[in-house]
């Protein structure tokens, strides 16, 4: 189950964004990278124990309001679904592909040829989701961490260069920007909507009781964890050891398809290509059976396939819009959900002192979202516009909302507590 939850997590940004940030980092890689695991691993499986204490999202967000449990949990499954992480599967795989197709081959055909056969794949494999451990964790996961043991353990063997001087904005706050890096695997909010696959495909193994269920639900979590730590540090230092080879590189993906090609020549494409094309499978069918299966049981005048259907259709079409385009529209999307997520998660994890000042919940929510949105929308309509909100502490660091927050759940407390005298 551990190994069927990483394939679920580990896609296209958890291959691109860690030999990015060890390039950029440079010589700081060591703190820029402490900061990433926090947001891309620690958060993720506090989601994952968080959610299974409460039983699922619409749950856990239930206890700030059923209006709100619905609305976010909603739009949540959206934004990791088929509007922005599932697109980003088949888009990311093809731009991987695309170097090793032949000459004069017609790239915007390909796209959508290439898209419809990994949909069909993905939709195929999701149509049985209580049978993804057989796929995914048995056959996947294994081959995925395989192809990256090579391509991590030849630059440990044979290094292609040096740490270089670190980049901006890494050189000041190298900490605080890995944090940051972190949302863009948006491994939180997908934490928060994998359990309800990963608690069916437990339930089919046997264990019935919903306390087992969270149990088996939270060290699945930790083996996830565990095993993104690993890849992470290493493909972290791949981005170390290779920019001095290729010091063009703009992406993740180059940085990898450098260091592979470095050592094993034609190859190492090949090997790449097969790295980000079976991570990206993995995801997809992981996030198509998790939305289809939310929608149905909220929605059921749509089965489960019905949904599963559309999703991928809906997906197939977004994604030949193109990576760059899906990664622009995501970026300020996830700067307005992730700062409630956490939120969410941290009194998940405390909810039995929060459930005794039942305001904490809605105040604390209210006010994070508030911040997230008005900061999220400045960022994507007038970026450099300046907000009331840019005087708080850690507003220059991208954390604006964490004092109100704070600020939120003492008063709440107060406010309960005086009013219950």
């Known amino acids: 189950m551990g190994a069927t939850l990483f394939s679920m997590f580990f896609g296209a940004g958890n291959l691109i964004l860690p030999p990015l940030l060890g390039a950029r980092a440079g010589e700081l890689a060591v703190p820029a990278l402490v900061g990433f695991l926090v947001s891309a691993i620690g958060l993720p499986v506090l989601g994952i124990v968080s959610v299974a204490l409460a039983g699922d999202l619409p749950r856990l967000a239930g206890r700030v309001g059923a209006r709100f449990a619905l609305a976010f949990t909603v739009l949540v499954y959206l934004s990791i679904g088929p509007c922005l992480a599932i697109p980003r599967t088949a888009s990311t795989s093809f731009e991987m592909l695309a170097p090793l197709l032949p000459e004069g081959v017609p790239l915007g055909a390909a ?167 079976i991570a990206c499978l993995n995801v997809c069918t992981g996030l198509i059976s998790c939305c289809a299966t939310y929608f149905s049981e909220t929605f059921p005048r749509l089965g489960y396939c019905a949904w599963a259907v559309a999703f991928a259709v809906f997906a197939c079409a977004v994604s030949n819009l193109g990576l760059t385009a899906i990664l622009a529209f995501s970026v300020p999307l996830l700067s307005a959900l992730y700062p409630v997520a956490i939120v969410l998660v941290a009194m998940g994890l405390l909810h039995r002192a929060c459930d005794r000042v039942p305001s904490v919940w809605r105040w604390v929510v209210a006010v994070t979202a508030v911040v997230g949105v008005a900061t999220a929308a400045r960022d994507a309509l007038a970026p450099g516009a300046w907000l009331p909100i840019d005087v708080l502490p850690l507003a220059d660091l991208g954390l604006a909302w964490v004092v109100p927050a704070v600020l939120a759940a003492v008063a709440a407390a107060a406010w309960d507590v005086a009013r219950t005298r």
């Open 111 to 277: 796209s959508v040829v290439f898209s419809v056969a990994f949909f069909a794949v993905a939709l195929g494999l999701a149509m049985r989701p209580n049978r993804l451990t057989q796929v995914l964790g048995r056959v996947c996961a294994p081959a995925l961490i395989a192809l990256i043991v090579v391509v991590v353990g030849s630059s440990l063997v044979a290094p292609l260069g040096g740490a270089q001087p670190a980049m901006a904005p890494y050189d000041a706050e190298p900490l605080v920007n890995g944090f940051l890096d972190g949302y863009q695997t948006m491994d939180l909010l997908a934490a928060l909507n994998f359990g309800i696959v990963i608690a069916l495909n437990i339930r089919d193994m046997g264990v019935g009781r919903p306390g087992a269920v969270a149990l088996e639900i939270s060290r699945a979590g930790v083996v996830a964890g565990v095993l993104m730590l690993l890849i992470y540090c290493g493909l972290g230092y791949v981005g170390v050891v290779t920019l001095a080879a290729a010091p063009g590189a703009e992406n993740g993906a180059q940085l990898l398809t450098a260091a592979a090609t470095g050592h094993f020549g034609v190859a190492g494409a090949a090997i790449v290509a097969a790295i980000f094309f």
